[in-house]
Structure formats: C-alpha cells, structure tokens
C-alpha cells in the first residue's frame, strides 16, 4: 500500500464533518446546586446555543444531539412533561434564530409518542430550515438505536412484501436507506459529557467506525472552549476503518 492509499484511509488532520453529542449531567448539575432536575435541563438547552453558532468555526458541518431517549418515558412524570414542555418552548424561542443563522434542523426518533402539538413545531421548523445549509442540527427526541434499527426493518420487510426490494439486494449500503438518519454521513466523532462511559443505544449503526470521546464535564458546563479543544484532538487521531496504516 503506498502513502497515498494510507492517506485515503487514516483521515488524519482532518477535523469531525459529523459530531454526535451525548448531553448528560443535567440532573446532577443541578441537584449539585440544590435545584430541581428540570433547572438543569434549561441550563443544559442553553449550552445547545453556543455550540451550535461554535460548529461553522470548528468546520463542523453536522452536529447531532440526543435530546431525549426512548427510555426516559422511564423518568417521573413530573420530568418527562417538563422536558416535553422545554422542548416546544425551546422550539417557539429558538426557530427565528435558527432559520438566521443557517441552521437545517432535522428530527430523528419516533414521532408517533410524542404530543402533536410538540410533533406540529418540529414540522414546522423543519420546513421553515430546509433550504439551510450552514449547519446541519439534527435533534434526537424519542430516539433509541434499537428502535431505529427495527422500524426500518419493518419498513423494509414492507417493500420486500410489495416486491419494491428483493431479498438478496437488502445489505450495508440499501438498509441504511430506512434509518431515521438516511440523508446524513455517518458521526466521525461522539461526544458523551459527565463521565459515563457508554453509547446509551445512540445511533448505533451510524456510529460504527465512530471515535469517541468520554469528558467529566457535565453537559451545562459545555462550553464552545472544551468543544473546540475536543475537535482540535480529533485531527490528531488516525482513523483505518479496519485497514492498517503505514
Ligand atoms: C441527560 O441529563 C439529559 C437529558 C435526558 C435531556 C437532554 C436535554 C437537554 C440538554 C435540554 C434541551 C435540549 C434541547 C434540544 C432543547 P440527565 O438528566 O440524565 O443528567 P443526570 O445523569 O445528571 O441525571
């Protein structure tokens, strides 16, 4: 293999096109303040902001962020409505801004639990940015990796039963076809804050070939300072997707 071929193949130098952020420790950022949980949801949608405005600098393209799982309908009541309550407010404040900037936002999870009026906003905001493409933010709300795997078999078990797809042509490059994230590359980079080393069923198909990055910092302390410091170590890493570099 010559130097040219290692090049293709290591990526290194080059900076995360894709980043995939894990936004955890809002409950223990407040809690350590001595607030309710939901405080530290509201600081934690702040942070959203400046990360966002700190990609195009960063030469961050597209930034998925996991704003609520499928297995957080787990949490209490109380929680869960409030967080489906900061997401419309969060949406109704944020959408004028977004549009000005640039920002394409997209939705990715299973809309079918969600409130329609919450479910309207996300439409909405999805039309109004689809002629954007400065940043691409994409919001998981009832996502889980699991669940995204299954539904696009369901799908595709559908256009197989319809003679749409044969069998033998279902492989790595037309299931991905089904995925909620189907328009976008993969993550070259996840960011998981607050310490907790694991993926929590989080595009689990997209981030095969993913590098990850486990900080201590809790995500209302996420600063665009630590984001760029993150994407600067990135560019150091070589990356082989399997193969060996010389
Ligand atoms: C994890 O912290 C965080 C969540 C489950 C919610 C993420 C939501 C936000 C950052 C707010 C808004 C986002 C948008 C897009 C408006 P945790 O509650 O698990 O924290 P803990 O592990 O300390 O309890």
Same mark, same amino acid.
């Given at each position: 293999?010559?130097?040219?071929?290692?090049?293709?193949?290591?990526d290194?130098?080059?900076?995360?096109?894709?980043?995939?952020?894990?936004?955890?420790?809002?409950?223990?950022?407040?809690?350590?303040?001595?607030?309710?949980?939901?405080?530290?949801?509201h600081?934690?949608?702040?942070?959203?902001?400046?990360?966002?405005?700190?990609?195009?600098?960063?030469?961050?393209?597209?930034?998925?962020i996991?704003?609520?799982?499928?297995?957080?309908?787990?949490?209490t009541?109380?929680e869960?409505?409030?967080?489906? +309550? $900061?997401?419309?407010r969060? =949406?109704?404040?944020?959408?004028r801004?977004?549009?000005?900037?640039?920002?394409?936002?997209?939705? =990715?999870?299973?809309?079918?639990?969600?409130?329609?009026? +919450?479910?309207?906003?996300?439409?909405?905001?999805? +039309?109004?940015?689809?002629?954007?493409?400065?940043?691409? +933010?994409? =919001?998981?709300?009832?996502?889980g990796?699991?669940?995204?795997?299954?539904?696009?078999?369901?799908?595709?078990?559908?256009?197989?039963?319809?003679?749409?797809?044969?069998?033998?042509?279902?492989?790595?490059?037309? $299931?991905?076809?089904?995925l909620?994230?189907y328009?976008?590359?993969?993550?070259?980079?996840?960011?998981?804050t607050?310490?907790e080393?694991?993926?929590?069923?989080?595009?689990?198909?997209?981030?095969?070939?993913?590098?990850?990055?486990?900080?201590?910092?809790?995500?209302?302390?996420?600063?665009?300072?630590?984001f760029?410091? =993150?994407?600067?170590?990135?560019?150091?890493?070589?990356?082989?997707?399997?193969?060996?570099?010389?």
């Open positions: 293999m010559g130097a040219q071929d290692s090049r293709e193949i290591s290194q130098g080059k900076g995360p096109g894709h980043v995939a952020i894990i936004m955890d420790g809002n409950g223990r950022w407040a809690q350590a303040r001595g607030k309710p949980r939901l405080f530290g949801h600081a934690g949608a702040k942070r959203v902001r400046e990360i966002v405005e700190a990609c195009p600098d960063l030469g961050v393209k597209y930034l998925t996991f704003a609520f799982s499928t297995e957080n309908w787990k949490r009541q109380a869960v409505s409030g967080l489906m +309550l $900061l997401f419309r969060y =949406i109704q404040k944020e959408a801004d977004l549009f000005e900037r640039g920002v394409r936002v997209r939705f =990715i999870g299973d809309r079918i639990k969600l409130d329609s009026k +919450l479910v309207d906003l996300m439409d909405e905001l999805e +039309l109004m940015t689809s002629e954007n493409d400065r940043v691409h +933010l994409t =919001i998981a709300l009832n996502y990796g699991r669940d995204e795997v299954a539904r696009a078999a369901r799908r595709l078990a559908h256009d197989v039963a319809l003679g749409h797809i044969l069998p033998q042509e279902v492989n790595e490059e037309t $299931l991905p076809k089904y909620d994230t328009v976008l590359p993969d993550p070259d980079l996840v960011i998981r607050s310490g080393a694991r993926i929590s069923n989080f595009l689990l198909w997209q981030s095969a070939y993913a590098e990850y990055e486990f900080i201590d910092t809790l995500w209302p302390d996420f600063s665009s300072e630590i760029a410091g =993150i994407i600067n170590n990135f560019g150091k890493r070589t990356r082989r997707f399997g193969a060996v570099a010389i």
